[in-house]
């Protein structure tokens, strides 16, 4: 069983910034996904464990970064140029495939941190 423990979520207002965090052990595939108010769950980018492999779903594609330090157990999302439509629950992801990760069908999961944008 892995923990995953996520922070940095907050209010920002639209144009700025947020890093969020999310530490687990283990040698796992990571990602995130985000939940809007009345809407399903959606992809927003993974990483594999090595951190050679990335994916980003195309609607926030050029404004965030995924990122890990595998030494500090931590993956990271760093949220640039953020619209009013990025405010969601975002929850961290882990698996042992990335494609599964991708896919949504992992085993593991944060019990998400709220990012509200102002506009």
């Known amino acids: 069983q892995v923990q995953l423990v996520e922070s940095g979520g907050g209010l920002v207002q639209a144009g700025g910034s947020l890093r969020l965090s999310c530490a687990a052990s283990?040698?796992?595939?990571m990602g995130w996904f985000r939940q809007a108010p009345g809407k399903e769950r959606e992809f927003v980018a993974a990483?594999?464990?090595?951190?050679?492999?990335?994916y980003y779903a195309d609607s926030v594609k050029d404004r965030f970064i995924i990122s890990r330090d595998n030494a500090k157990n931590t993956v990271y999302l760093q949220m640039n140029s953020l619209k009013s439509e990025d405010t969601a629950v975002y929850y961290c992801?882990?698996?042992?495939?990335?494609?599964?990760?991708?896919?949504?069908?992992?085993?593991?999961w944060g019990q998400g941190t709220q990012v509200t944008v102002s506009s």
């Open positions: 992801a882990a698996d042992h495939s990335t494609s599964t990760v991708v896919a949504g069908n992992n085993d593991y």
């Open positions: 283990g040698r796992y595939a």
């Open positions: 990483i594999s464990w090595s951190g050679s492999i990335t």
